[in-house]
């Protein structure tokens, strides 16, 4: 049993993508027209895993959340110290990474993320969500995403660097920013707080604008393919890091668990913004973590 | 110094990228034109980490290697077994992966990867490469790779499921396969080999069929944006896992090092080659992570 | 509910220590008489974590568990490679260690690892092991163990190298060997199973020698604080490296669940078999990891 | 070439283990008898490595390292979720862990951890500390410390309950308290600054007591096996979590690096101190990481 709207039932009883449905090979095909002049834009946050550098602390990331760690099996410094080629002079560098995405890099959320009560996005029972991993709604039920989408650059709206850690970003806001959004699209939302990382981490963590719930649901009612922003939780947060809504308004709950919407956080948009580009073809691929909650990823925008 | 022909300087002094600036905004939007009925298919196999299970042993690999681990901190199990919900009833599941991609997974090697003597592609520094990552030539270099991708569908030509574990493939037979090669495209080139994992591991390891030398110049000379394998070292492995190549034919060394041809390998293609498509839209997305030696990919064919 | 024998509430119905409670400080002093030279020995395999390089597979292991993984975070080849020192010339070495110590190191196993039913040890529910570790009879729990530690020599009783995998080493032969073994003592018995590694791994799997259900028995009788092998399982294991007595006799069943015993496996005992003696002070201190299933550790002895 | 004094040479050309070798089977005998109650304590600190809990920043640590993680690859709630046991009813919790042991944990250093020049303790060429691990001064050289340990109870010297950041403490402070220090001992030296981590994290960060350089040569000079603190340094640190002092007087250097002291750092020592015991069996062991620049451990004192 769920709120009032969802779309559990709508594509199946066993589905297990959503509104990633609505992205047929035809809506797929159309979304392609949205490019103009092919140049290709990153969205993504680096990932700075040095463990022995205060690299790590230079990306914006949730407090307390464990950062990636980026290790070198072998490299440059092995050769340069003595180490002796591979055959007759192949040198190789070999790497590893540890990271858990929610919170700490560029992600996409996967519908077995966030729930209430004791059945995931589609009745799926959230039992099935186990240390080896979730065998319904994870990660690798996603494929590819290959939308268009539709920047909706709030903080420029209002000629602001970024929205204030209070602001919640309501139906109007958006309506005045994306008149034309159509079922299938991505919906990108900026809040610029990425921004203030760079002034302040503790600025950073005293709160995070957001999309209020109201403009969660005006969003699931035009049947986006997915939701992705540049803040941590696409809802704000407050001062203690938590969304203060109530299970009714989550964001996470009313997009994701009732109308299987996936999420992406913490992107980097601002490159994207300074084009003043409101359209494009959005990309994102996440790792095919089977059982994955999520994956970082490298949402790329074509412009 | 590094052994002629080669893209040394060709891009400039300082470059880090490659072929991959073959792939102006121009060369991308008459790529997307690949693209004729939007079906989109991931081209990555699955990442099993669940290290308690047989799970991770299923997917093909490199003998030795360190598989994937994907471990959930919270989880479904966790509610079923009293734990209590984030305020008014919200339930997460949240994970973490820890990967060397190389030679386990399907990834992208940076230019930084192999080389030979004292020098990465394009005369940086190998010094330049460190433990906490290469501050040349890494995976953060590439940004995104939107290309036409041509499928090289080798055993299909052959009329068998996969080729021989001693085959090299042949100048010849790519121009068979792909007369209309254009600079920028990906080279997306299939052995069949990963499904002989099913059939029996040692089997896999015995050797690897893979691109010979002069198949690899050839490709190098026709501006490959980029080169996709489903095979696990792009040219062939002998029965130690060994290049058995010396440096003057080594495939990365020809490849990476030579010209700053990306490599991405351990590629999925038996639903690729299953469609009978020859052109498509190629799209990988490696992640930001600054200095990497490759990255886990999640490679999308648009068709 | 558990069968019988047990030491279910024997320690108080809260207890999470099973017989290590045997330990209090007249045992330990009476223990430190056991040394009478003052050599101290290492009974730890060596934890290789080197990913990129072969040494991983030098250490005897179960198959398919994910192997140590050690990498350097800065170390001596970045300063070769013209890393700058820290302040006026300060250099540093600096690590992370990745381990599931099951299967791949010299480990203990805590009361939590193993169970049947709905209860560990003590009537612990399980449900208390949850994905943030162990509320209950977690490795944290044990503190350090100072005890006298009695050598079974098994191998050499029969003068073997090593048991065959099939061997099950009855009480008979533990009374032959420990006949003076006291409550409190910490049982080491020897298989001799590690050096069939360096012949073959894959004989290594086919099997391992082990502890017989009787043996147990007779050991949680003679009320010994803990037991620790040279094997990966305590009890023997067959070609699938599965337990093959049914749940009365696994020895993890027998022993850690109903008796509170912690185990301690795949330990090094060559060098200490080569001295000769039976009796010594035998010390183990697990990482205090809260909620861990178990620990790596490096026992000593102290002859 | 290192500065004078030092003990480069004392022990052989090739040694590897520094002051270590002071425990010789005699003096470790000896060092039993320290032991009168059997009492025996861990000095360490818990390993905390729920990632989605705030538990891992309730144990003291230096700001900005990564903290340990632990996971549950299966785990209670896997079972109370509907999983199968194994067999006929058998069921596990097994777990991982990721840890960086320096500034997050109790550790020992190896002591290829610090150096100034080109060479390690006794000339050990630096160019030997590579990606797959030191292979000179690693943390598997060490073995078993069993020592007799002696406390330097600084607070409670001074009636206080930790010192404060600024405080180096001195050959006097080390003279009044351990007059009968002797050779082969291990100096266990406590700050109590642990304790201001409960009241304030950034108090913690804002500085640390340690030792001077003059008590570091006082201890040197004295021949200690090894030093043990509960501060994360040894030495002091200021507001930067930096060692103020110049290379000469820098605690490492004299201590590890010159004299082939290992140092254990961020014990927890406020039970013993309670004892008002200064006279004890002090027991560490490394995990045996082959080339490890240190380890986490768990070490006891046996009162």
């Known amino acids: 049993m769920v709120a009032e709207p969802n779309n559990w039932g709508r594509f199946g009883p066993d589905d297990q993508r959503g509104t990633l449905n609505l992205l047929t090979p035809e809506v797929v095909l159309r979304a392609l027209g949205a490019a103009t002049t092919g140049q290709v834009l990153s969205l993504a946050l680096p990932i700075r895993g040095a463990t022995s550098s205060a690299a790590p602390a230079t990306v914006p990331h949730l407090r307390g959340r464990p950062l990636p760690q980026h290790f070198m099996s072998v490299d440059g410094g092995d050769y340069a110290a003595g180490a002796r080629p591979i055959g007759a002079g192949l040198r190789v560098a070999d790497d590893a990474l540890v990271v858990s995405p ?49 920047l909706f650059d709030v903080p420029r ?92 308004d989550d964001l996470h709950l009313v997009l994701l668990h009732r109308h299987g919407i996936h999420l992406m956080e913490m992107l980097w948009l601002e490159e994207l913004s300074a084009t003043g580009r409101a359209e494009f073809v959005f990309v994102a691929a996440p790792l095919r973590i089977e059982g994955g909650t999520g994956s970082p990823i490298n949402p790329l925008a074509i412009l």
């Open 157 to 248: 709206h209002h000629g602001v660097d970024h929205l204030p850690a209070g602001h919640r970003v309501g139906p109007g806001e958006l309506e005045a920013l994306g008149p034309g959004l159509r079922a299938g699209d991505v919906a990108v939302i900026r809040t610029g707080w990425p921004a203030v990382w760079r002034r302040s981490p503790e600025e950073y963590w005293s709160g995070q604008p957001g999309l209020s719930a109201e403009a969660g649901r005006w969003l699931a009612a035009r049947d986006v393919a997915a939701v992705a922003c540049d803040n941590a939780a696409v809802g704000g947060l407050d001062s203690r890091q938590a969304a203060a809504e109530g299970l009714d």
């Open 102 to 150: 929610h919170g700490t890099t560029t992600h996409m959320d996967a519908l077995c993320h966030m729930w209430s009560g004791d059945e995931l996005y589609n009745a799926h029972p959230a039992a099935r969500v186990r240390s080896y991993g979730a065998t319904r709604c994870g990660i690798e039920q996603v494929g590819g995403v290959v939308a268009r989408g539709v």
